[in-house]
């Protein structure tokens, strides 16, 4: 039976989100029905509303949620009503040659529904409206496939397990299990936002031996260091950010330099903080169409590498509640990472407040 639910829509590029009653279709046979309970506002849902990735609206945007079992499809049998579960944008078909051969975050299914959204589940007077990233989490209730969807220990607090959904997986993994960070390597992480933040404590999960946080906003440095950050970069507009971090290393550079606002003159800047041997790790999404330069005597001369993190390289059944694990254990910082509580209503304002770098998240509570 289809369902009213209330969602943010984003019926036009670079328009505010319309808090809508749209109707959610039911679920196919290998979907879930989930009702909401938090999800996080996260820089990407800001950049497709800004056309910087090309998700086409009209769209219920989101893709940091965590939310309770409320129906399952007549093909599901690995979830049920009232489990409690953490969305994930990246699915796995586990028939792709990526799952197959256990690369299950490059799986063909997921990359498909970052770009599409997968067949449409919600829609308005007839219009279809997509789900962003297969997961539409700015909605009461939402249909994804079950493949999406975690299940997680209810004892867990669902408005800090959102957070998982993304932020937190996306940033401690990238350092965790796409660059391998061992005891005692440096790292540099030029952008402290919620992504850069979980970067720079991965790397100290990890025993990095310096972690030097770099941004503009004074106010996100203080928080990296709350983080795990062992020294700060607040470099003046325009000022080469590098060399301050090779300054900080004795002239070497740093093992491994994370990039993660998605802009490619940082790209290049991490690239060149890197030591020889060192590896610059890319988690931020440049915009469509956006090239980096490279300074191509650095690959063979120096041996140093440009490489990309997707979703931290996680196997979600297996790290997220692994990371959840340690939370619990008050060994990973969730909780700190909460800025604001909001409604619906006021995503458009969590957008403007992320602009401003006031917040390291803004989270939804349904």
Sequence with gaps: ????????????????????????????????????AASGV???????????????????????????????????????????VVLSWVENCGQC??????RVHLCDRSQQAM???QEAVFEKDGIDIARMAGVGSFA???????????????????????????????GVGAAVNTAHVQPGETVAVFGCGGVGLNVIQGAALCGAGRIIAVDLNAKKLELAR?????????????????S??????????VDYAFEVVGVPALITQAFLATKRGGKAVVVGVPPMGQDVAIPGFSLPLEEKSVIGSLYGSANMRRDMPRLLDLYMQKRLK???LVSRRIRLDEVNGAFEAMERGEVARSVIVF
């Design 1 to 36: 039976m289809a369902l009213s639910t209330r969602a943010a829509v984003l019926y036009a590029f670079g328009e505010p989100l319309v808090v809508d009653t749209v109707t959610l279709k039911p679920p196919r046979e290998d979907e879930v029905v989930v009702k909401m």
């Design 42 to 84: 996260c820089h990407s849902d800001l950049s497709v509303q800004q056309a910087k990735l090309p998700f086409p609206p009209p769209a219920v945007l989101g893709h940091e949620g965590a939310g309770v079992i409320a129906e399952v499809g007549k093909r599901v049998t690995t979830l049920a009503p009232g489990d409690h």
């Design 97 to 102: 040659h990526y799952c197959t051969v256990g």
């Design 115 to 117: 770009m599409m959204g």
């Design 140 to 170: 009461e209730y939402t249909v994804v496939r079950a493949t999406a969807a975690v299940k997680i220990d209810p004892a867990i607090p669902l408005d800090r397990a959102c957070l998982v959904g993304c932020g937190v997986m996306t």
């Design 226 to 242: 709350v983080f795990g950050a062992t020294d700060v970069v607040q470099p003046a507009p325009g000022e080469d950010a590098a």
């Design 244 to 253: 301050r971090v090779r300054e900080l290393t004795a002239g070497l550079g």
């Design 334 to 336: 969730i909780d700190e």
